[in-house]
């Protein structure tokens, strides 16, 4: 239960003295939220956390305190606060933009995290992603300069933060083999990688995590859980499999891991590959693309161009995936169903990939380079494409010696 006692205060700014309610005693039951928000009993008083003067405006802790600014510097630095902010969220804002003018950092951070609590109560989703967004900048400043106990804390912050901010892609990359991570850290960090691949945004909590009883001796204690990034990156690069039994375990995993529209281009890749029925593709026996092309994402295409060969790339090494890969993908950036979107951000109007899609299955039907034109664009670069297709032999001999048709005209790009 909480104790609430109203006070009069004078303001240490204006000295108008006004009356201020003051939190005296709370009742703290159950864990906290994973950004550290506290439970429902104590974070129910967030109203009272911070006094706000109503004459001049001033915001902190304790009225009675001076500030380390002017008046009219107050004034300046109060300015910045969103107007369109829900009304809780404007003190603490207030509080943010008076810490990171005195680089107070530490002030700022837990300021700018109750904004974003204040703009969750109100529930609007825009301001609290720009709250999370301004935290996330300062806890990764912070992550650099200080002690491994609070460094702890803070990379559990940021996980949070990222995953609340629906940036996927950095939290993957957070490293949980890292030694300086205890064993809570750790399972957290599992578990916030495991919410977002279902991309699951909201609020959670640490009770939902079954953490193992430890002592004074949890330095000792070692997680050995699986790292859900490792395991997905793995199952799409098996989705990708021209095996048809290891596409559908792939599958099944991945419908598991994330919800069912992530995966339909992989579902799509799997109904292409198996319609085909492992026939040579030809320009009379292409794939179908089109059902891909419907549903392509940025990450599909990111999976797909990791099958494709660079020009240096040994003949002996180019596998049957590689080859199934790049076919699909010359017909997909060559396609109409396929969004101009996708084809810009492949950049696939400037370099299309030269292979016998003819032959797909003989020994040089390879991707043997990307070429790029340099001096007269694109139409240079298609009517150059379509003589190679012509001299496929030509080209492969030519490039495979560290020569290049043309050479003051084009270069090779490496995809690695």
């Not at 300086?180 to 959670?204: N, P």
């Not at 994330?258 to 026939?279: I, K, T």
């Not at 400037?350 to 034109?373: N, T």
């Amino acid at each position: 239960m909480s104790t609430i006692k109203e006070i009069s205060i004078r303001c240490a700014v204006c000295g108008i003295e006004s009356k201020q309610a003051i939190l005296t005693s709370y009742s703290l039951f159950g864990e906290s939220d994973l950004d550290f928000r506290p439970a429902p009993m104590l974070r129910s008083t967030m109203k009272y956390w911070l006094m706000e003067c109503p004459n001049c405006g001033y915001v902190v802790k304790n009225l009675r305190i001076w500030p380390c600014a002017a008046k009219e510097t107050l004034r300046h630095i109060y300015s910045g606060v969103d107007a369109s902010l829900p009304f809780f969220a404007h003190a603490f804002h207030k509080r943010a933009l008076y810490c990171e003018h005195v680089r107070d950092a530490t002030g700022a951070l837990r300021a700018y995290l109750c904004a974003a609590w204040a703009c969750d109560d109100a529930e609007d989703e825009i301001h609290a992603m720009a709250m999370r967004l301004k935290c996330l900048e300062l806890a990764q400043k912070k992550l650099h300069c200080c002690r491994r106990s609070k460094w702890r804390k803070h990379m559990q912050l940021i996980a949070d933060l990222l995953r609340r901010t629906q940036n996927i892609s950095a939290l993957r990359n957070m490293d949980t083999n890292d030694r300086r991570l205890d064993y809570m850290t750790r399972e957290l960090l599992i578990y916030q990688k495991a919410l977002a691949e279902k991309h699951d945004f909201s609020a959670h909590n640490r009770a939902e995590i079954d953490l193992e009883p430890f002592d004074d001796f949890n330095e000792r204690k070692s997680s050995d859980g699986p790292d859900p990034s490792y395991e997905l990156e793995t199952d799409l690069a098996q989705a990708l499999s021209v095996h048809p039994e290891d596409r559908t375990e792939a599958l099944e995993r991945l419908d598991f891991l994330r919800p069912h529209e992530l995966n339909l281009p992989y579902h799509a890749y799997d109904a292409v590959l198996r319609q085909h029925r492992g026939l040579p593709v030809s320009t009379d026996n292409p794939y179908d693309v089109e059902d891909i092309a419907t549903v392509v994402n940025s990450e599909f295409l990111d999976m797909m161009e990791t099958f494709a060969v660079p020009h240096s790339m040994a003949r002996e090494r180019v596998t049957l995936q590689n080859k199934t890969c790049m076919a699909i993908l010359y017909q997909l950036y060559t396609s109409p169903y396929l969004d101009q979107e996708w084809k810009n951000y492949a950049n696939a109007q400037e370099r299309l990939y030269l292979m016998r899609i003819d032959d797909l299955f003989s020994d040089d039907s390879y991707l043997v380079g990307l070429i790029e034109c340099k001096i007269q664009g694109e139409k240079c670069f298609l009517g150059q494409r379509n003589h190679f297709r012509r001299h496929p032999r030509r080209l492969l001999r030519r490039i495979s010696g560290r020569t290049v048709y043309r050479r003051h005209q084009f270069r090779h790009v490496l995809r690695l």
